[in-house]
Every structure is written in C-alpha cells, then in structure tokens.
C-alpha cells in the first residue's frame, strides 16, 4: 500500500471477510453497528478510546467575529461550534513514526 491509497468501509469489510470465515453481510452489520455507537457516543458526550489505537472526542471550538472566508476573502461571522477530534495512542504513533524511515 501506497501514501496515496484509500482504505474504505467496504475495504475493510473485503479484509474482514478474507481472514475470517464470516458471512460477508454480518460483518457489514457489525461494522455498520460500531460506527453507529461511535457516532452515537460522541453525539452524547462521551469520549471513545480505543486502546493501542487512539481516541476519539467531541470539543467546543470558540465562535469568532472576524474570521475570513478564504476564497472570497470576506469577513464572515462563526458561531460556536463542536469539532471531531482524534488523538492517535502510543501504539499508532509509533507505527506512523517508523512508517516512512
């Protein structure tokens, strides 16, 4: 694999498929459920960590007057807004860092 490639759901679930012997549409229901709690836990707040991996998080980012659209160059109000944010575990740092060495 490539800096370049795209790794998708359903790549994932041809990868899932390929190692286990599993019915193809079960592990799209399984995948398909765990973005939906995912989703869910953050839309309620919670912080998802996921060992080895990282974790995930909702944060409030702070409106401002005076920001700038960068295409027209115009100056354009932003309300207070939550942002998703992904902090990568020790793990997968340490898998980036020696990626390209």
Known sequence: MGANTKLTKAGIIDNIYEELDLDRADIHKVIDKLFDNLKTALNDDQII?????????????????????????????????????????????????????
């Open 49 to 101: 960590e996921l060992r080895g991996f990282g974790t995930f998080e909702i944060r409030t980012r702070k409106g401002r007057e005076k920001a700038r659209n960068p295409r027209t160059g115009e100056i354009v109000p932003v309300s207070t807004h939550g942002v998703a944010v992904f902090r990568p575990g020790k793990q997968l740092k340490e898998l980036a860092w020696n990626l390209r060495s």
